[in-house]
């Protein structure tokens, strides 16, 4: 009796471990579904198998879509079935985890049946942030902002006049003394 115990547990153990996943296809906007196929996929070591295949179906185009336990994929491909069925069917797992996150279904001539694959997320690129300055803006940059669509409050590159006061204004001073000099001319004579 407990040696019947302890095999009804072990099998408790292996059948926890592994889910089966019935795949479906459906026209769309069709509510009837035919079944494709059922996706064995085994959690603590990975392995994933596509048995009971149907290849009764007519040649068309499917939405392809899955249950598993609470969770329904309703269309995670949309594809022309041919056969003999030459298909990859990806199964994405979340990082570091053997929860599946994505499915999905793509023709490859090479395949025979349906081959199933396991991807692990690649992480992509990261953008550098950039920090930007504020700008303070006068009532002539105001002016040319309302003239141009759109307004920004931040800049990247900002060219600052680095000119001393009288570099940037000896030709108000040159006119200003050459007035003065000639009133007082004026004055004198």
Known sequence: MRNLGVVAFLLALTVGAEVRMPLFVQKPGDAVKAPLATLVYDRESNIVNVTEVNESLQEDSYCVG??????YYSCFSYV?????????????????????????????????????????????????????????????????????????????????????????????IVIGLVLYALSSAGQQS
């Open 80 to 172: 022309k079935l041919r056969y003999p069925l030459h298909y990859d069917l990806y199964l994405d797992t979340s990082h570091n985890t053997h929860l599946l996150y994505k499915l999905s279904l793509k023709p490859n001539p090479r395949a025979r049946g349906i081959e199933s694959w396991i991807r692990d997320p690649e992480l992509g690129p990261e953008a550098h942030p950039v920090k930007l300055r504020r700008v303070t803006k006068t009532y002539d940059d105001k002016k040319k902002a309302s003239l141009k669509s759109g307004s920004a409050s931040f800049e990247e590159d900002i060219d600052v006049d680095e000119r001393s006061f009288l570099q940037k204004n000896w030709k108000y």
């Open 66 to 71: 899955a249950q598993m336990d609470e969770n």
